[in-house]
C-alpha cells in the first residue's frame, strides 16, 4: 500500500477508522485488569487453588506477549485489516466461552485464546494507525487518542471489574466483550481501508514468512513472561534467553527475517523500546501498588479505590487529546517524553513519603494529578518516536516489537515491584508495615523511571520529517479533497 497521502481515505472515514482501532484496543486492554478483581469470586465458584488461580492471568500474558511481534509480522505479509479482523473473531470467540467456563481447565485454555486473539489485533492496530494519518498534526492528533485509550483503559478494569462482579457476576467481565466486539469487528470491516496488493493466504505465507525464527521468538518470549511471573523457577529464564539468543542469531541469517536488522538500526526504535520497558515498569508501581495501598492501608473498597484513578485518567485525557499533538509539533517528540518521564519519577518519589494513613486530597490527589501529566506527555510522545520512519512493509512488526516490550515491561515490573514489598512487609498485615513495602516498591519504581529519563536523553534523536510529513493542512485538505473527488469519478 502506497504512503502517499492522496491514497488514504478521506478524514471523516479515517477518524472513524480511528475510533473503532480505538475501541477494539480499549476492549483489549480493559481485558487485562478487570479480571483481577474478579479473581476471588472466580476461585470460589470453579475450585482453582490458591496456587493455580494466578495462571488466569498468567496464561492471558503469556499468549498475548509471546504472540505479538508473529502477528505484527503476518499482518505485513497477509493484510493488517485481515489481521485485525481475524483477532477480534478469536478474542469475542475464547471472551465468551470464558463466560460460560464451569471449570479451571476450560477457563485456562479459553484464556490463552483469548491472549492469542488480543495479540493478533493489537500486534497491527498501531501499524494501521500511522499509515491512516500521515500528515504530522493528524498523526500526533491519533496517537494521542491511541496512547489515551491505553493509559484510561487499564485503570477504567478496575471500576468496571468491580462494579460487574459486585452487582451481575464474574462471568459478566468477559461476556461485556461480545456487544463492543461485535460492534468494532462490523465497524472494521466496513470502514477500515483494505491493504493493497495483499496477497492471498497461502501464498503471503509462503513468500516471506520466517517459520523457524517464528517458533524461537514466541516460545522464547513465552517462557520469558512465564519466568518474569513465576521468578522461582530460574531453568524456564535460562531457556527463555537460550531461544531469544539462537532467534538472534536467526534474524541475521534468514533470508526473510520475521525481525529485519533495518528494523533495529534505527536509534530511535532502540531507544523508545528501551525507556518505554523501563517506565511502564515503573507505571506499575503506580497502578497496582497504589491500588493495593488504597485498599490495604487506607481500607477503602474496590469501587472506591478505583475511582480514586479517575483524576489521573480525567488528567490524562486533556493532556493526551488535547495537549500533547500541539506541544509536540512545537518543541517536538522527544523534549515532550523527557518532561513526561521527570514528572512520573517526580511522582513516584513523592509516594514514597505517604504516611500510613494518609489524605486522600492532600497526600494522594496532588502526586495522581502529576503523574496523569506525566503520563499524558509520555505516551503519545513514545509511540511516535517508537514507530518513526515506519514504512508500509515494517509498520506491522514495528507495532508488534512495540506492543511486545509494553508487555513485557508491565510483567516484569509487576512481578518485581510486588516482590519487593512483600519481602519488606514480612507478612505484616498492619497499615505501617503494609505502607512500608508499598514505599520500597515506589522506591524501586523511582528507580527505573529516572534510568528510562537518562536512556531518552542519550539514546533518542528528534525524528527528521518524512515527505509526507512536510505536507501543510492546506496540502492535507487539497489531498482530502481529490481523493474524494477521484472516488466519485470511480
Known amino acids: ?37 474478579a479473581l476471588p469470586s472466580i476461585q470460589a465458584d470453579l475450585g482453582f487453588t490458591a496456587g493455580s488461580l494466578s495462571w488466569v492471568m498468567t496464561t492471558y500474558l503469556i499468549a498475548f506477549g509471546g504472540l505479538l511481534l508473529l502477528s505484527g509480522r503476518l499482518g505485513d505479509l497477509l493484510g493488517r485489516k485481515r489481521m485485525f479482523l481475524a483477532g477480534i473473531a478469536v478474542f469475542v470467540a475464547a471472551s465468551l466461552a470464558c463466560g460460560l467456563a464451569d471449570g479451571p481447565g476450560m477457563l485456562i485454555a479459553a484464556r490463552f485464546v483469548q491472549g492469542a486473539g488480543a495479540a493478533m489485533a493489537s500486534a497491527v492496530t498501531l501499524g494501521m494507525i500511522v499509515r491512516l494519518f500521515d500528515g504530522p498534526a493528524e498523526r500526533g492528533r491519533a496517537i494521542g487518542a491511541f496512547a489515551f485509550t491505553g493509559a484510561v483503559g487499564a485503570s477504567a478494569g478496575l471500576i468496571i471489574g468491580g462494579l460487574l462482579v459486585q452487582y451481575a457476576s464474574w462471568h459478566w467481565i468477559f461476556f461485556v466483550n461480545l456487544p463492543v466486539g461485535v460492534a468494532a469487528w462490523v465497524g472494521a470491516w466496513r470502514v477500515l481501508p483494505a491493504d493493497q496488493g495483499a496477497p492471498p493466504v497461502l501464498t503471503g505465507l509462503r513468500a516471506g514468512a520466517d517459520w523457524p525464527g517464528a517458533g524461537l521468538v514466541t516460545g522464547g518470549v513465552m517462557l520469558a513472561v512465564l519466568a518474569i511471573a513465576s521468578p522461582a523457577d530460574r531453568w524456564t529464564g535460562l531457556v527463555a534467553v537460550a531461544l531469544l539468543a539462537a532467534f538472534a542469531v536467526r534474524q541475521s541469517a534468514a533470508r526473510t527475517p520475521l525481525l529485519p536488522p533495518r528494523v533495529l538500526a534505527s536509534r530511535n526504535v532502540i531507544g523508545a523500546n528501551l525507556a518505554q520497558l523501563l517506565v511502564i515498569g515503573a507505571a506499575m508501581g503506580f497502578q497496582v501498588i497504589a ?116 508487555q513485557v515491561g508491565g510483567a516484569l515490573g509487576l512481578a518485581t515491584l510486588t516482590a519487593l514489598a512483600a519481602s519488606r512487609t514480612g507478612g505484616g498485615t498492619s497499615a505501617q508495615a503494609l505502607t512500608s513495602g508499598y514505599h520500597l516498591a515506589w522506591a524501586a519504581g523511582t528507580v527505573l523511571a529516572g534510568v528510562s529519563v537518562a536512556v531518552a536523553a542519550v539514546a533518542l534523536r528528534e525524528p527528521r520529517p518524512s515527505a509526507t510529513d512536510t505536507m501543510t493542512d492546506s496540502d492535507t485538505a487539497r489531498a482530502d479533497l481529490a481523493s474524494c473527488t477521484s472516488d466519485r469519478r470511480s
Open 1 to 37: 500500500m502506497s504512503s502517499a497521502h492522496p491514497a488514504s481515505p478521506p478524514v471523516p472515514r479515517r477518524r472513524l477508522a480511528l475510533v473503532i482501532l480505538c475501541a477494539a484496543s480499549l476492549m483489549v486492554i480493559l481485558d487485562g485488569t478487570i479480571v483481577t478483581v
Open 291 to 406: 491500588t493495593l495501598y488504597l485498599q490495604r492501608a487506607l481500607r477503602l473498597g474496590p469501587a472506591a479505590a478505583g475511582l480514586a484513578f479517575a483524576p489521573t485518567a480525567v488528567v490524562i485525557a486533556v493532556v493526551s487529546l488535547g495537549l500533547s499533538a500541539r506541544l509536540t509539533a512545537r518543541f517536538g517528540a522527544r523534549r515532550l517524553l523527557l518532561a513526561g518521564l521527570v514528572m512520573i519519577t517526580a511522582a513516584l518519589a513523592l509516594l514514597t513519603q505517604v504516611p500510613a494513613r494518609a489524605a486522600y486530597a492532600t497526600d494522594l490527589l496532588p502526586v495522581f494529578v502529576l503523574f496523569g501529566v506525566g503520563g499524558g506527555l509520555t505516551l503519545p510522545a513514545v509511540t511516535t518516536l517508537g514507530m518513526s520512519g515506519a514504512t508500509d512493509a515494517d509498520a506491522g512488526v514495528l507495532s508488534g516489537v512495540f506492543n511486545t516490550v509494553q
